[in-house]
């Protein structure tokens, strides 16, 4: 991403942020290149916020079309049917994208993306998958961490008022203040399958409960078959019966999980708009950290609960077994 200078036209468009982190930081964004899977209410907040920061290139996939559910909370999807009408959901937010900013390359690659090859994923510098399903989200990092330059990954997943974000930076090595110097700092992130792996026993009982909830709802869907989403209030007794076997499996009490907020997670289909734009709000910020090296990022996870209004950050890793 190191390479040529800010343009004249850059540097007048993105004055007010470069006065906040810097010309390199901005340099360092306008070269990067952003792919996006799955496109709701809240990646497309994270859409607008990484183009108007002036990113060099975002790649949408979604090949869904547009039904009642996107229209609640993806913004970027006009409300007239005849503007829509035979797009996918990747192309209509690829056009109002670029509404945003013309500096901005964005464009639509079609196709599944968990069939992607290694190679396709090299020419990335990040990749953010929304709403994905638990195999999806384990091979696609998996193919990440398998090639020759660091590929910044993250998931991000919203249901009812509740949302969650997974950050993998591989082995990070980015600079912050301290008093009045700047301090070179490293983190070293494990993979999503060794995130999501961590033997729930030893992990501290403060931790955010969203946590376990989400990993219950992930095998339900992986279990039953289902996309992203497709649950109910139906379903309730058989993903009960999941939680249970987890928690026995795990050793821990089934006062982990509470029963109250799997019933929402899966009866909640509809996202909340505000959630949508807190958290993809917060998943803009991290994306943009990473491209330019600059402040401490999140580490691994992130939860947020509208009921409460309270953001935590959550660092699950192998550590608390060793």
């Given at each position: 991403m190191d390479g040529e200078e800010l343009t004249e036209q850059e540097t007048a468009l993105y004055d007010r942020q470069i006065r906040v982190w810097g010309a390199n930081a901005q340099r360092r964004l306008t070269k990067s290149h952003i792919l996006v899977s799955g496109?709701?209410?809240?990646?497309?907040?994270?859409?607008?916020?990484?183009?108007?920061?002036?990113?060099?290139?975002?790649?949408?996939?979604?090949?869904?079309?547009?039904?009642?559910?996107?229209?609640?909370?993806?913004?970027?999807?006009?409300?007239?049917?005849?503007?829509?009408?035979?797009?996918?959901?990747?192309?209509?937010?690829?056009?109002?994208?670029?509404?945003?900013?013309?500096m901005v390359l964005v464009s639509v690659e079609k196709g599944d993306l968990s069939a992607r090859s290694t190679e396709f994923f090299e020419k990335f510098d990040v990749v953010v998958i929304g709403y994905g399903s638990l195999a999806t989200k384990k091979a696609v990092n998996e193919k990440c961490r398998k090639l020759s330059k660091r590929v910044a990954f993250y998931t991000v997943d919203c249901r009812d008022s509740c949302g969650e974000?997974?950050?993998?930076?591989?082995?990070?090595?980015?600079?912050?203040?301290?008093?009045?110097?700047?301090?070179?700092?490293?983190?070293?992130?494990?993979?999503?399958?060794?995130?999501?792996?961590?033997?729930?026993?030893?992990?501290?009982?403060?931790t955010a409960k969203l946590y376990f909830a989400m990993r219950v709802i992930e095998v339900f869907e992986e279990n039953e078959g289902r996309k992203h989403g497709e649950c109910s209030l139906l379903d309730l007794p058989t993903v009960l019966e999941?939680?249970?076997?987890?928690?026995?499996?795990?050793?821990?009490?089934?006062?982990?999980?509470?029963?109250?907020?799997?019933?929402?997670l899966i009866s909640g289909t509809i996202e909340f708009p505000p959630a949508c734009a807190i958290v993809g709000g917060i998943l803009a910020q991290e994306v943009i950290k990473a491209v330019s090296g600059k402040g401490e990022p999140l580490k691994n996870f992130f939860y947020y609960d509208a009921q409460d209004g309270k953001g935590v950050m959550e660092d699950i890793s192998n550590s608390f077994t060793s």
């Open positions: 496109i709701k209410g809240t990646v497309a907040e994270f859409c607008k916020n990484i183009v108007l920061a002036g990113v060099g290139s975002v790649t949408l996939m979604d090949d869904s079309l547009v039904n009642e559910e996107a229209l609640n909370a993806n913004f970027l999807i006009p409300p007239d049917e005849n503007a829509y009408r035979g797009k996918t959901v990747a192309e209509i937010c690829c056009d109002s994208l670029k509404d945003f900013n013309p974000i997974f950050v993998d930076l591989q082995d990070y090595k980015y600079t912050k203040k301290k008093l009045e110097e700047k301090v070179e700092c490293e983190l070293n992130f494990p993979s999503f399958q060794e995130a999501v792996s961590v033997p729930w026993k030893p992990i501290p009982r403060r999941i939680k249970k076997k987890l928690c026995e499996a795990n050793s821990v009490s089934e006062s982990l999980v509470p029963d109250s907020l799997l019933e929402r």
